[in-house]
């Protein structure tokens, strides 16, 4: 999982030519897990349950 994320951050940073960009990603447990990246920023995790 943490592969995962760490892959999401990388290419939010590296081809993310805008201000922000914005991920969403199914966990093995039916959470999802949302992930804001701005450049200069320390990333943004959200975890939601959806129904």
């Known amino acids: ?3 995962i994320i760490a892959a999401i951050i990388f290419f939010g940073v590296i081809f993310g ?3 922000a960009a914005e991920f969403t ?8 897990v949302n992930v ?3 450049q200069g920023k320390t990333p ?3 975890y939601t349950r959806r129904h």
Request: proline share 0%.
């Open 1 to 3: 999982m943490k592969e």
């Open 17 to 19: 030519n805008a201000n």
């Open 25 to 32: 990603c199914q966990l093995e447990n039916n959470k999802y």
């Open 36 to 38: 804001s990246v701005e």
């Open 44 to 46: 943004v995790y959200r």
